[in-house]
């Protein structure tokens, strides 16, 4: 259908379609194994299905208060409080969001003002830099470098102006599989300490830590909880990406803030769900559980990758893998990973589309949120061309 002319907003002039988008056609297009986007190929409970089931015959199906269901806000709020020692105020420090994409935009909509300084990390999570850049802000980019991905708070002292707004942080971290270290929490909290500054801290990945390490989310430090909107999601958690729910817990200032937009961009959410989520909470081994759940995964998926000229790098959360892939290729990361769903059978993520500038260390993201069949039909595809 032909469009009336208009000129797009700047930046999303430059903004084309998310590489999870583009890597999962074209797996689907070529039929490859699909190791790219994030997202379980394993099934949830049917306990949780049937609960949903279940709520929406009992006739649950209305709008849930805007924060969200007064259940679910409980079985977070307590969670929180078990695993990180804060208690968070049902009422006013607890809201239920569309997943952790919309908490993390409603956020930065919230508190970015026009000409406003936010400082993201790169390699960055997507949807970060086009929220900031919607709401006029200014994204300025700190560095995670190859190969341990560890920030430099230096140079993020460097960064700091009198029009820096938040920042966010993200640990476990989606892409690099790193984590943020007691003395980046010490840190973070040092240079902020008498600013205004607020804190954006993804965490969605905070049950999937590896070798003994244990998420310290930043509502656990007396410095930085103050200032820290902790968002999560469901979808990581309970394999349920496709329910796009997760949850922001926060200071109630902070949270007055982020419901004045909460409640205009969203609302409230899928009231059934939200009720099932609240009943399937309180097994608390359901999340405690998960850690080693994917170190299984995540060992398996190693011990198979080290039959092929992948060169590893270490994972210490999330289900994401990095590989440098120089014993196979001089090809660019993006030119590689088509390269690999078109011709080896297996779709992954190249990194260099999480950098402003396309910074190429030559490394590429695996996703063993799968079952072991499908990771090993994977690595069978790998040595038969590899
Ligand atoms: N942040 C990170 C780091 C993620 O990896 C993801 C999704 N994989 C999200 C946010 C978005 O989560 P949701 O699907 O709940 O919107
Ligand atoms: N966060 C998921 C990933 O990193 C994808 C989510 C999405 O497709 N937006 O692969």
């Known amino acids: 259908m032909e469009a009336i002319n208009f000129t797009p907003r ?5 903004t ?29 409970e049917p306990a949780l299905f049937e609960s949903v089931h279940r709520h929406m015959l009992a006739g649950r199906n209305q709008y849930a208060p805007m924060a ?14 078990a695993l990180y020692g804060t208690r968070f105020d049902v009422e006013t420090e607890v809201t239920v969001t569309a997943g952790a994409t919309q908490a993390i935009f409603t956020a930065i909509a919230a508190f970015v003002r026009p000409g406003d300084e936010v400082i993201v990390f790169e390699p960055v999570y997507d949807s970060y830099v086009p929220a900031i850049e919607t709401v006029g802000g200014k994204a300025v980019f700190a560095q995670l470098n190859f190969p341990d991905y560890a920030p430099d708070w230096a140079q993020v002292a ?45 965490e969605v990945y905070e049950h999937i830590l590896f070798d003994g390490e244990v998420h310290a989310s930043l509502c656990a430090h007396p410095g930085l909880a103050a200032r820290s909107l902790i968002v999560s999601s469901f979808g990581k958690t309970y394999h349920i990406t496709g329910w796009k729910i997760g949850y922001v817990v926060g200071p109630a ?22 009720l099932a989520l609240a009943e399937y909470m309180q097994d608390a081994g359901r999340h405690l559980g998960l850690a080693s759940f994917y170190q299984e995964k995540r060992d398996y998926f190693r011990r198979l990758m080290a039959a092929t000229p992948f060169e590893l790098l270490p994972c210490r959360g999330t289900y994401f893998q990095l590989a440098r892939y120089r014993r196979i290729s001089d090809l660019p990361d993006r030119a590689f990973a088509e390269w690999m769903t078109r011709e080896v059978g297996v779709a992954v993520i190249p990194i260099s589309v999480f950098y402003a500038c396309g910074h190429d260390d030559r490394v590429v993201r695996f996703c063993f949120a799968k079952q072991d069949s499908t990771l090993a039909s994977a690595i069978e595809r790998m040595r038969k061309v590899l």
């Open 10 to 14: 700047p930046f999303l002039a430059n």
């Open 16 to 44: 084309g379609t998310t590489i999870f988008t583009v890597m999962s056609r074209l797996a689907a297009e070529c039929g490859a194994v699909n190791l790219s986007q994030g997202f379980p190929d394993f099934q949830a």
């Open 68 to 81: 969200g269901m007064p259940e679910l806000r409980q079985a977070i709020a307590d969670k929180v409080a």
């Open 158 to 202: 460097q960064l700091i102006t009198p029009r820096t707004r938040m920042i966010v942080v993200n640990s476990p971290h989606n892409p690099t599989a790193s984590l943020l270290s007691a003395d980046d929490r010490e840190k973070l909290a040092q240079l902020l300490a008498g600013t205004d500054i607020v804190v954006l801290s993804d």
């Open 253 to 274: 200032a902070l949270m007055a803030e982020f419901r004045k937009l909460h409640q205009f961009n969203v609302f409230t959410v899928h009231t059934p769900s939200q």
